[in-house]
């Protein structure tokens, strides 16, 4: 087997998928809050 050399992975498709995740959570989760106020207001 080859040797395994620390740090020598090429990682940028790795960083940019977990960004664009931590984006989408970051935005499902103010839309689900922004739906529940709403839904607080206008159903309450």
């Not at 087997?1 to 103010?30: N, P, R, W």
């Amino acid at each position: 087997m080859a040797e395994h050399k620390l740090g020598t992975m090429d990682i940028t498709a790795q960083e940019k998928t977990f960004e664009g995740f931590t984006s989408f959570v970051a935005k499902a989760m103010i839309s689900i809050l922004v739906l529940l106020v709403l839904m607080a207001i206008f159903i309450i």
